[in-house]
């Protein structure tokens, strides 16, 4: 099974790199020539296109930003479905809308190309350990066929369900991550600006029932002033827009969602975009008179 890989930035280039340490064949394609190079010298081919991968491929991944990316390199001119052939898998591995997934793999079906909506959690780090989790919609066979390379990629790959359930479970994903982030920020920033060290804060209480990974590792990181992306700011913005909408196409009501997607909409317009979305903490410090 040959596999291609589109889309090679922070999460993408250390993912195709697992491909290749695993033994599989890899074709790759990116926009940018220094993004492929690091694969190329890891033993990758190189593609001239995203079609060019697909017709040389079993099975083609794509890494890329939001939804009109997927939309591009999957049916966009050069895209996938032009070089394909027919009985491909196409894995998206982004996050975007679930109705979004679901209208490409519509429209990849029509071409003989089935699509799994695989979007992951796990961050730079499951990245590059091989470590992240999996959450597919679409079809059974497809999944097990994709499955040997999913294991190196990942220690769990679910089936969801149909397409676009995987990014449903990404999104609850997004709300568990983003509400988190935003909670660990107003707690540092209650204990700093009530005169108590934060980094004393957050070891107590690692040791209670308000233990997590947000609280051990991006906690640690906000102790660090560490704003390096990781997961940049307007990507998490992106993550609750689309539970957002989804909220308002289903009638629901998500308080604590909503809040965060504020915070990431002002992080955003502040200009700390690019930094990482643990950068919330420098938001809710000014607002608080810093
Ligand atoms: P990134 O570093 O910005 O990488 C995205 C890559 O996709 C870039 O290399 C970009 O190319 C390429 N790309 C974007 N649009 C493209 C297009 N139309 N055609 C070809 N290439 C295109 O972002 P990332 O952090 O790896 O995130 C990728 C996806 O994973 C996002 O959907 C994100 O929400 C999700 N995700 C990220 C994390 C995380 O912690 N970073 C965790 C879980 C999920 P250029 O370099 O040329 O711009």
């Known amino acids: 099974m040959k596999l291609g890989f589109v889309g090679l930035g922070i ?12 033994g599989f064949e890899v074709c790759v394609w990116a926009r940018r020539a220094e993004s492929m190079a690091p694969l190329l010298e890891a033993g990758a081919q190189a593609g001239a296109s995203a079609a060019d991968v697909a017709a040389r491929c079993d099975v083609v991944f794509s890494m890329v930003a939001d939804a009109a990316d997927v939309e591009q390199v999957a049916l966009g001119a050069a895209g996938v479905a032009e070089g ?5 898998i196409f894995v998206d591995m982004s996050t975007i809308a679930p109705a979004a997934a679901q209208s490409i793999a519509t429209r990849l079906a029509e071409r003989g190309i089935t699509m799994l909506d695989a979007p992951v959690s796990g961050g730079e780090v499951g990245a590059i350990n091989g470590a992240l989790t999996i959450m597919v919609g679409g079809d059974a066979a497809a999944f097990a066929r994709v499955q040997p ?10 089936l969801i369900g149909a397409s676009g359930a995987g990014q449903v479970a990404k999104a609850c994903n997004q709300i568990l991550t983003g509400v988190g982030v935003m909670a660990v920020a107003e707690a540092f920033n209650f204990a700093r600006k009530s005169g108590v060290d934060a980094a004393r804060v957050r070891e107590a209480l690692l040791g209670g029932f308000a233990y ?13 002033r560490n704003f390096k992306p990781g997961f940049k700011a307007w990507m998490h ?23 965060t997607a504020q915070l990431f909409n002002a992080l955003v317009g502040s200009g700390m975009g690019e930094e990482d979305s ?7 410090e000014q607002l608080s008179g810093e």
């Open 149 to 158: 390379a999913f294991a190196c990629l990942g220690k769990a790959a679910t």
């Open 278 to 284: 643990i950068a919330a903490l420098k938001l809710l």
């Open 237 to 259: 913005q992106k993550d609750m827009n689309i539970v957002m909408q989804e909220a308002h196409r289903l009638g629901l009501m998500l308080p604590s969602s909503a809040a």
């Open 212 to 224: 997590s990974r947000i609280l051990e590792n991006h906690g640690q990181r906000m102790l660090d």
């Open 11 to 22: 999460m993408g280039r250390p993912m195709a790199l697992n491909l290749i340490k695993g």
């Open 84 to 88: 394909a052939r027919p009985g491909l």
